[in-house]
């Protein structure tokens, strides 16, 4: 295993790569090293931080479906984005506040006004909502697809199936996703949905998709913020599963969803939110086991990082959990 002089460098400042084949123990040796170039804190990566901050984290606000200007490009929140952001979705508030009456519009049982036109794909479009209730089936593996799924409010996940029945959770769907985009020309879903709580979506017709992507530059844009983010997710649990441990893999998760759902309501500073999991999802989502998921849960309890109890997830420490998770700067971006 050669390595050329320009890369030794750049892993090893200040020592120059000997002649030769370097040695496996001087490769084992180097191997931190190697990872903490690649993890940009060695490297010269411009203004990105050489650490993650979980204040950085908890600062960041989506911006998936933020209008665009005549120009293409995305609208900046500004200063005054309490009046010009996106306002948080009332269901999402009413389980981090507890049980809360909210006013329920004449048509489809959302809420009145325009509080979930932030979230559609299609603001326009109401007539396609569906109610599901928690446990329920949007569609199963293999099942015709009629149309692409916006989620409104709730809790979704995407799963896959093996002929033994074993289940891979491949992504959750938080309010304002996309999901049920299939290319294959069989006409047949290659993942299934289940509803993770009583959600709302709203079901787009393809044929409805496709003439307001012909003629609304807005939802082409949308979409493929959509889809690019979806893709870093995949990535990332592909990592996970791929590449990180189990205490790393279950820390990661923890995180993502904790800061995906933190940009739901930007104004809230507990540490603590709904997640609507059981350790079966989570190990279903992680490659685990419930026996070792349940064992790594315990142990961050005792070392004080996180608490897990009746789908309550409180951070005790938020900083160690970035710390075990091993998030990189950019790749935590790409989650929003």
């Known amino acids: 295993m050669g390595v050329s002089a320009p890369a030794w460098s750049v892993l090893n400042p200040g020592k120059i790569l000997p002649e030769g084949r370097l040695s496996r123990a001087r490769i084992h040796r180097n191997r931190n090293a190697r990872s903490a170039a690649v993890m940009g804190v060695r490297c010269n990566v411009g203004a990105v931080p050489a650490s993650l901050s979980f204040r950085t984290l908890r600062a960041q606000t989506s911006d998936e479906w933020r209008p665009l200007d005549r120009k293409g490009e995305a609208r900046a929140h500004g200063p005054e984005r309490k009046s010009a952001g996106r306002p948080t979705p009332a269901p999402i508030m009413a389980r981090m506040k507890g049980p809360t009456e909210q006013p329920v519009g004449p048509s489809n049982g959302s809420p009145a006004g325009d509080s979930t036109d932030a979230l559609r794909l299609l603001p326009g479009v109401r007539g396609a909502d569906r109610k599901v209730e928690a446990g329920q ?50 006409g047949r879903t290659t993942y299934g949905a289940q509803a993770l709580t009583e959600v709302l979506v709203c079901v787009i017709p393809q044929a409805v998709l496709s003439a307001n992507l012909r003629d609304t530059p807005d939802v082409a844009a949308r979409l493929v913020r959509s889809l690019s983010r979806d893709r870093a997710l995949a990535f990332d ?57 349940n064992r790594v849960l315990r142990t961050l309890r005792k070392e004080g990082v996180v608490e897990f109890h009746h789908r309550r997830l409180r951070i005790l420490d938020p900083d160690r959990l970035v710390g075990v998770a091993g998030v990189d700067h950019n790749a935590a971006m790409a989650w929003l």
């Open 237 to 293: 649990h592909l990592t996970s599963v791929g590449r990180r441990n189990a205490r790393e893999r279950i820390a990661c998760l923890i995180l993502e969803l904790f800061v995906r759902c933190r940009t739901q309501w930007p104004g809230n500073r507990i540490e603590e939110m709904y997640l609507p999991l059981t350790q079966e999802h989570i190990g279903d989502a992680t490659g685990l086991t419930f026996v070792h998921v």
């Open 137 to 186: 089936e949007l569609f199963g593996v293999g099942a015709p697809f009629d149309g692409v799924h916006n989620l409104i409010d709730g809790w979704v996940a995407l799963y896959t199936l093996l002929e033994d029945g074993r289940r891979q959770i491949v992504q959750f769907v938080l309010p304002g996703g996309v999901f049920g985009m299939f290319g294959a020309s069989s």
